[in-house]
């Protein structure tokens, strides 16, 4: 809880690309081609509340924000080519 990933590159990796639990902040972050070993991989992936996801890129996950929980924001992030999901 209450971490910070900021400005980071993420790629290839086998499940998630950044994965945070609750009253985190990610930002600045691009997320490649991640989720190969795994059935489904996001770039970003949130399982608690209160979660900050800004200004964040994905491309070629499996799915691209997978974003659970409450009261968690999502802005000026960019999805492009997840499939199946960008959001």
Same mark, same amino acid.
């Given at each position: !809880? /209450?971490?910070? =990933?900021?400005?980071?590159?993420?790629?290839?990796?086998?499940?998630? /690309? =950044? =994965?945070?639990?609750?009253?985190?902040?990610?930002?600045? !972050?691009?997320?490649?081609? +991640? /989720?190969? @070993?795994?059935?489904?991989?996001?770039? &970003?992936?949130?399982?608690?509340?209160? !979660? +900050? &996801?800004?200004?964040?890129?994905?491309? /070629? !996950?499996? #799915?691209?924000?997978? #974003?659970?929980?409450?009261? +968690? &924001?999502?802005?000026?992030?960019?999805?492009?080519? +997840? @499939?199946?999901?960008?959001?």
């Amino acid at each position: !809880n /209450g971490t910070r =990933i900021e400005a980071c590159t993420v790629r290839r990796s086998g499940g998630h /690309g =950044i =994965i945070v639990a609750a009253e985190s902040t990610v930002r600045d !972050n691009s997320c490649t081609d +991640n /989720g190969t @070993a795994v059935a489904e991989g996001a770039g &970003v992936r949130t399982t608690g509340n209160l !979660n +900050n &996801v800004v200004d964040n890129h994905t491309t /070629g !996950n499996d #799915i691209g924000f997978w #974003i659970d929980g409450q009261f +968690n &924001v999502l802005s000026g992030s960019r999805a492009f080519a +997840n @499939a199946p999901l960008n959001w």
